[in-house]
Each structure stands twice: as structure tokens, then as C-alpha cells.
């Protein structure tokens, strides 16, 4: 069964750092999103994109986030200088075209900020 | 916000059915029920959603109530492997595109 692969499963950077995170969707997928979830909260939304735009991002997704899909495989999270407060599981997702197509998730990477 | 309500945590035995309800009562016409699951240190996992009729797949079966205002997952029988939180969801009915809203969900435990 195809799946949402991420790369690396551990990312640890110093604060201030850039950091960038992989994700490969689902081959026929062309909506991909990100998540992230702090440890021992909620799941929260980042951003969604479609077609080389943002199609909508959260408060949390601000001038310090961004996003590309630089080939036809990889889709990108970047964050530009990192806070303590970065330190969380980031996930991927992707799903098809269509109405109420599920969305599909990678197991994630977690982020470590020192 | 999360617009759905659920137990906070449930235990169910190993080879019995486990059914795990959730409240929607502000859910619109056009909004689908969808359940996921997060097993320890892993991605949420899609488990199936449904808008008014009752659904079944390999993985469970959702039986959504008439008025729509509650729903429940049914794991037919549970294994080990189905600890997880579970997590009730709705979403609006869109082309694609529109953001799973995650609450805490329903922390399942499956005791041998």
C-alpha cells in the first residue's frame, strides 16, 4: 500500500538554526499538508498547499515557516531560525483529488531544538 | 476548536468488540464524520468516515445516527495492536484541501 514517507525520523539542530523537513506523498496525491504536535498535545494544522501555492495555514505557520515542493516527489517544510519552542513531531500528509478524499499521514519527524 | 466530544479513555478486552462513541451535535449538512488513530510514536492513521449512512471497511465499521448528532467507531475485535487514541473528526465536505481539526480523542487500551 503506497504511503507518506519523511525524512530524517530525528532532526536535532541548535536554536537559531535553519532546519529543513522531507516529505514524499503519495505518488498520485496532489494536495500535501503539514501537522505538528508538541508532546502531550493536540495535532494541529500548519498548512495545507495545492498546485505550488498555500491554500491555508494556521497562526502557528508564521514568517519563520515555509513551504515548497521543489520536484515532482518532495514536499518541504522549512523553518528558518528555530525556537525552544519548534521542539515537536512534524507530520506530512497528502491526499487525492475529489471530494472527501482521506488525508494520508507519514510517521513523522521529531524536531529537538537545544 | 474541535467541534466533536469524546471519553477521554476506555479499556476493551482483547477479541471482543470495542465501541467508541462520539458527540457531534453541531455538525452541518455538509460535514463528514471521519475517524483516525494514533498508535504510540507514529502518524495519525485514517480509519474511514462517512456522512450519513452507515460504513464499513477491513479496518471498522461507523454507524453515524439519524439525526447526526452522534456516531460510533465499532473495531469489530480488538487486538492489541488497536491500543491507540482514536480520534473522532468532522470535516467539511470540500474538494479537497480543508484541514483536519484534531481533539484529544479517545485514549483505547485493549487488555489481553
Known amino acids: 500500500e503506497p504511503e507518506v514517507t519523511q525524512t530524517p525520523s530525528h532532526q536535532v539542530t541548535q536554536m537559531g538554526q535553519e532546519v529543513i523537513l522531507r516529505c514524499v506523498p503519495i505518488s498520485n496525491h496532489l494536495y500535501f499538508y503539514w501537522y505538528r504536535q508538541i508532546l502531550g498535545q493536540k495535532v494541529e494544522f500548519l498548512v495545507s498547499?495545492?498546485?505550488?501555492?498555500?491554500?491555508?495555514k494556521s497562526e502557528i505557520f508564521d514568517d519563520q515557516f515555509s513551504v515548497e515542493r521543489p520536484d515532482g516527489s518532495n514536499f518541504t517544510l522549512k523553518i528558518r531560525s528555530t525556537k525552544l519552542e519548534d521542539s515537536a513531531m512534524y507530520f506530512c500528509a497528502s491526499s487525492g483529488i475529489g471530494f472527501n478524499q482521506p488525508q494520508h499521514f507519514g510517521d513523522g519527524t521529531r524536531l529537538s531544538i537545544l | 476548536d474541535a467541534k466533536t466530544t469524546q471519553p477521554t479513555s476506555m479499556d476493551c478486552a482483547e477479541g471482543r468488540a470495542a465501541n467508541l462513541p462520539c458527540n457531534h451535535s453541531?455538525?452541518?449538512?455538509?460535514?463528514?464524520v471521519y475517524w483516525y488513530r494514533q498508535i504510540h510514536s507514529q502518524g495519525p492513521q485514517y480509519i474511514i468516515h462517512g456522512l450519513k449512512n452507515n460504513e464499513t471497511n477491513e479496518m471498522a465499521s461507523l454507524i453515524i445516527t439519524e439525526d447526526r448528532k452522534s456516531s460510533t467507531l465499532i473495531l469489530p475485535h480488538a487486538t492489541l495492536r488497536d491500543t491507540a487514541v482514536y480520534y473522532c473528526?468532522?470535516?467539511?465536505?470540500?474538494?479537497?484541501?480543508?484541514?483536519?481539526?484534531f481533539g484529544g480523542g479517545t485514549r483505547v487500551l485493549v487488555k489481553p
Open positions: 453541531t455538525i452541518s449538512g455538509n460535514e463528514y
Open positions: 473528526i468532522v470535516r467539511e465536505n470540500k474538494a479537497a484541501g480543508n484541514k483536519l481539526t
Open positions: 498547499f495545492y498546485n505550488n501555492e498555500i491554500s491555508e
